[in-house]
């Protein structure tokens, strides 16, 4: 089976972006692929942090993995600081990869630009990806458009040190769904969706309560004309709107064009809110039971095991291959 790992950040309440382009994705590759989900903690602080904030966003994203269909009997599922081998490789890499292709990084420009101050970890970050990704020979990296750049950067540093000390790691493919990868913001359809944004009807929580997301769907912008098509370029907004629907509904653009054919905005609005309401229903339930048990922490610590124990040939090679004394 193939290999795949990916990551996300517990900075706040997930989106709707994040489970339609990223957990809906996790849950079918859980039954075809070896999977690792984690919770990037290390990530998190490159930018200040408060740090109970830190720990119960930590747990509860864990928790929001299992109740959007990821099982930890079919998927690893753990924190990453729960496995000093990423912070170790992470260290190693910075020391593979160059300052100038860092500072090529278009998430670091985009990120520093709004900062009075930038943390050396914030710049240094994608090589700590890289090592998230190569210390379980990864194949597969499920990744949105705007994190392409850094999968590239993690394979030219995979080659170059398999170039330098001989072959040690596995070169890792992205995975992008051909819907869904990209989910816009509900105000500006030019922006992608996303939790820190500053305005709140930007985006939609994965936790919104039903009349929340009732009036974020009713306040979203729409185009000029009243017909819902499929145009990305001419409507980008009713678009975007459009393969929400289609994801929840697990209807093709073409079907949910057909479905709303001379009905305008106004009832495509409130079907659409009632789609995401219903389909997000089952989760929050399970999300709710799961942060009062302690069940995610049995999971997190089984977790940590099995993918300390998966990573840890990798990093004994990668030590060995540059020059360290074995302990």
């Given amino acids: 089976m193939k290999r795949v790992f990916s990551g996300i950040q517990p900075s706040g309440n997930l989106t709707i972006g994040n489970y339609l382009g990223a957990m809906k994705n996790f849950v079918h590759l859980q039954h075809e692929a070896d999977c690792l989900f984690c919770v990037v903690d290390l990530h998190a602080i490159t930018v200040p942090q408060s740090p109970e904030a830190l720990r119960q966003n930590s747990r509860n994203l864990a928790a929001l993995y299992i109740a ?75 990744v949105g458009e705007d994190q392409k750049q850094h999968l590239e950067l993690t394979r030219d540093i995979a080659e170059r040190f398999n170039h330098r000390f001989g072959d040690t790691f596995a070169i890792p493919d992205p995975y992008i769904p051909q819907v869904g990868g990209r989910i816009m913001s509900l105000e500006n359809p030019a922006k992608k969706m996303s939790k820190s944004d500053e305005s709140a009807g930007a985006y939609i929580s994965m936790l919104d309560e039903p009349d929340v997301i009732r009036k974020k769907i009713s306040r979203a912008v729409t185009d000029s004309d009243r017909e819902v098509r499929y145009d990305l370029e001419n409507k980008p907004a009713i678009s975007n709107l459009m393969t929400i629907f289609g994801l929840f509904t697990e209807m093709s653009m073409d079907e949910v064009t057909q479905h709303f ?29 799961l942060v009062a048990s302690d069940e995610v922490d049995q999971v997190l610590r089984l977790g940590a095991q099995k993918a300390a124990s998966m990573c840890e040939s990798t990093l004994v090679a990668v030590k060995d291959k540059l020059g360290f004394l074995p302990q």
């Fill in 261 to 289: 054919a001379g009905k305008g905005y106004g009832p495509f609005k409130k079907e659409l809110a009632e789609a995401v309401v219903e389909g997000l229903a089952p989760v929050q339930k399970r999300y709710h039971e």
């Fill in 68 to 142: 959007a269909g990821i099982d930890p009997e079919k998927a690893t599922v753990f924190i990453q600081s729960h496995v000093t081998a990423h912070a170790e490789l992470g260290w190693l890499l910075q020391c593979i990869a160059y300052y100038g292709e860092l500072g090529r990084m278009t998430q670091f420009k985009d990120k520093s630009a709004q900062k009075d101050v930038v943390t050396a970890g914030l710049f240094t970050y994608p090589a700590l990806m890289a090592a998230d990704i190569l210390l379980y020979q990864t194949n597969l990296v499920p």
